[in-house]
T-cell receptor, first 114, second 109 residues
Framework: ETGVTQSPTHLIKTRGQQVTLRCSSQ?????VSWYQQALGQGPQFIFQ???????GRGNFPPRFSGLQFPNYSSELNVNALELDDSALYLC?????????????FGPGTRLTVL | RKEVEQDPGPFNVPEGATVAFNCTYS??????FFWYRQDCRKEPKLLMS???SGNEDGRFTAQLNRASQYISLLIRDSKLSDSATYLC??????????FGAGTQVVVTP
């Protein structure tokens, strides 16, 4: 187990709805990255948070937004859900600046949009 | 063009055989290189880092060729438990990971 937890594990939503996914990073890790993995694809980088600030963003529209809290946990929010948003959403934590560049992934949240 | 490209496979490998596959990356400024393993419907897990000098971890050998911008993974004496999708990953200096789509390996008895 990596120590990174995500909730919920599964979620079903309908088009147009909004969703919030949560991630608790590994103890001592100050950076959280979010990834979207569609079926048959590799994970795609959504964005990264470092010390509560967005620090890098992939090719995702503004309806994908996030937050990081003082305890380094994080949320991913997706507004106006589309069918193509159905995917496994992964968060990963890393301790940037402390000589350890391994990213530890949580088990993911599987989102289905109907 | 994708930043990290992999042969999707599947590579069907008899138990005990050797299998090798590559990935290529487009960003010459990429800093770190990894192979991750992902089992069906699970999260990716780090298999090994990849260095220019080549590195070995048991039955797994990884190699990086910066000049040609490719990374390789070789699995010797394949086990049934090696069946998985192997994801090639490159990073920038901030740890942003770029994943390939994965190479599926199926080890058969």
């Amino acid at each position: 187990e990596t120590g990174v937890t995500q909730s919920p594990t599964h979620l079903i939503k309908t088009r147009g709805q909004q969703v919030t996914l949560r991630c608790s990073s590994q103890s001592g890790h100050n950076t959280v990255s979010w990834y979207q993995q569609a079926l048959g694809q590799g994970p795609q980088f959504i964005f990264q948070y470092y010390r509560e600030e967005e620090n890098g963003r992939g090719n995702f529209p503004p309806r994908f937004s996030g937050l990081q809290f003082p305890n380094y946990s994080s949320e991913l929010n997706v507004n106006a859900l589309e069918l193509d948003d159905s995917a496994l959403y992964l968060c990963a934590s890393i301790s940037v600046g402390q000589g350890d560049n391994e990213q530890f992934f949580g088990p993911g949240t599987r989102l289905t949009v109907l | 063009r994708k930043e990290v490209e992999q042969d999707p496979g599947p590579f069907n490998v008899p138990e005990g055989a050797t299998v090798a596959f590559n990935c290529t990356y487009s960003n010459s400024a990429s800093q770190s290189f990894f192979w991750y393993r992902q089992d069906c419907r699970k999260e990716p897990k780090l298999l090994m880092s990849v260095y220019s000098s080549g590195n070995e971890d048991g039955r797994f050998t990884a190699q990086l060729n910066r000049a040609s911008q490719y990374i390789s993974l070789l699995i010797r004496d394949s086990k049934l438990s090696d069946s998985a999708t192997y994801l090639c990953v490159v990073t920038d200096s901030w740890g942003k990971l770029q994943f390939g789509a994965g190479t599926q390996v199926v080890v058969t008895p």
